[in-house]
């Protein structure tokens, strides 16, 4: 059987994708970001594996990006451990999915393939995010000290009710969890990107546009920012719906 596996921590995706290949499987397990949806529409695995025990809200954006393409909705989708409450999120939004746990996944990944699906759900890309507050699609943590960098007037109230000890700043100097970099157009988006990816680093680095709405004559957009970001050797791997006028990608550096 071919199997992608993605996994968030590379020694433990070649430990599990060691034990799938030692009882016969054939086994991808390289590093997962949103353009790996498009090779996976040149080769398509007979089932996609998502382990849940690390990040498992990427593991859910993950499976809902594979979802969205034609190509690659069919594909059957495996999660496989987790949290029980952030699995169980999970299953509300991909019904059709199965889920199991590592001691039982042979037989899961065997019923996922002789039970392939005719009409796969195709949930929105931020179905995972329903309901949920700015700063939690944002992935602000407790503690966390965020940059603003050229935020608009009052978006710190736009991001609701912030996780205990965060501190928001607009000052661009200085140490950082996470920055929020916001441009309004794609020369200030190539003339700052060289600069503003030194905070991608431990994937600390969204880069937040303007909504087409939310302004009159838009030239940045997702593709952009994609774009000009991997040129400059950061790599995207979420997006988020922050509120009605800004959308982000999140960026993490580029493995060598």
Known sequence: MKIRLIHWNAEEARDRAGSLKRIGHKVTASPFTPQEVRKLKARLPEVILI??????????????LIRQAKRTRHVPLVFVDGDPEKVAAIQKILLDAVFTAWPEVAPALKRAVVNPLKDPLVPGVFAGYAGAS??????????????????????????????IGVTLRRNPRGRRDLTLWFVRSRQA????????????????????????????????????????????????????????????????????
């Open 134 to 163: 700015a700063a939690k699609k944002l992935g602000i943590k407790a503690g966390s000290t965020v940059a603003l960098v050229h935020a608009p007037s009052g978006f710190e109230q736009r991001l609701g009710a912030l996780p």
């Open 51 to 64: 382990d849940l025990s690390r990040l498992p809200s990427q593991g859910r954006d993950a499976a809902l």
């Open 189 to 256: 988006l190539e003339r700052g990107v060289g600069t503003m990816k030194n905070f991608a680093n431990a994937a600390g680095l969204w880069i937040v546009w303007p909504k087409h709405k939310a302004t009159a004559s838009p030239d940045v957009s997702q593709v952009v920012v994609r774009k000009v970001g991997l040129a400059a050797g950061i790599v995207d791997f979420k997006i988020a719906s922050i509120d009605a006028e800004w959308s982000g990608l999140r960026f993490t550096q580029r493995k060598k």
